[in-house]
T-cell receptor, first 113, second 118 residues
Framework: AQSVTQLDSQVPVFEEAPVELRCNYSSSVSVYLFWYVQYPNQGLQLLLKYLSGSTLVKGINGFEAEFNKSQTSFHLRKPSVHISDTAEYFC???????????FGEGTQLTVNP | DTGVSQNPRHKITKRGQNVTFRCDPISEHNRLYWYRQTLGQGPEFLTY????????KSRLLSDRFSAERPKGSFSTLEIQRTEQGDSAMYLC????????????????FGPGTRLTVL
């Protein structure tokens, strides 16, 4: 079974500052990794995913994440955040491509002016 | 194609009543998933269809919950004898194995149906 831990439930930052949202996973097998964003009263939108290949993955809206197998981590980063990045961010894993997603509890990113 | 749609967006019901939600996936997506999200938590997997076949069900899906996808297109999720603990956002997602130079098996989510049981 897989599990996901998002180490910070809330991350407040100022506009144009860099941000890192941390995600660790636990699995006995190789997994696929995802980051989704959820704006208030909306569904989830895929930011980026890691299936294989380069461990540095670039996504939409200037976000990127790095897969670290030895540390079982998949942290999300953005060098300069905007007010519009304020949202809930979820890290997720799946055992195979297309199988169920197991989500972390989410990190609320709040960007202040 | 406007993405995954879910109806209704909001549902308020009294305890003990039955409710049914509908999900229309992205056209030609053969996989359809249901998740439940309670306040302050990440989504939890409920069940998954490939075409009309229900391939996996979570232990979260009690006997009061039933899901169908009769023609391999839209899906319905029914909750019988609702309880206050059923109050949550019910999310539907779809994906496809068909590739055309793009991503495979990415799950695209709908806006969700928010259920409130009084």
């Amino acid at each position: 079974a897989q599990s996901v831990t998002q180490l910070d439930s809330q991350v407040p930052v100022f506009e144009e500052a860099p941000v890192e949202l941390r995600c660790n996973y636990s699995s006995s097998v190789s997994v696929y990794l995802f980051w989704y964003v959820q704006y208030p009263n909306q569904g989830l939108q895929l930011l980026l995913k890691y299936l294989s290949g380069s461990t540095l993955v670039k996504g939409i809206n200037g976000f990127e994440a790095e897969f670290n197998k030895s540390q079982t981590s998949f942290h999300l980063r953005k060098p300069s955040v905007h007010i519009s990045d304020t949202a809930e961010y979820f890290c997720a894993v799946s055992r195979t491509s297309g199988s169920r997603l197991t989500f972390g509890e989410g990190t609320q990113l709040t960007v202040n002016p | 194609d406007t993405g995954v749609s879910q109806n209704p967006r909001h549902k308020i019901t009294k305890r003990g009543q039955n409710v049914t939600f509908r999900c229309d996936p992205i056209s030609e997506h053969n996989r359809l998933y249901w998740y439940r999200q309670t306040l302050g938590q990440g989504p939890e997997f409920l069940t998954y269809f490939q075409n009309e076949a229900q391939l996996e069900k979570s232990r979260l899906l009690s006997d009061r919950f039933s899901a169908e996808r009769p023609k391999g297109s839209f899906s319905t999720l029914e909750i019988q004898r609702t309880e206050q603990g059923d109050s949550a956002m019910y999310l539907c997602a779809s994906s496809s194995r068909v590739t055309s130079g793009g991503s495979t098996d990415t799950q695209y989510f709908g806006p969700g149906t928010r259920l409130t049981v009084l």
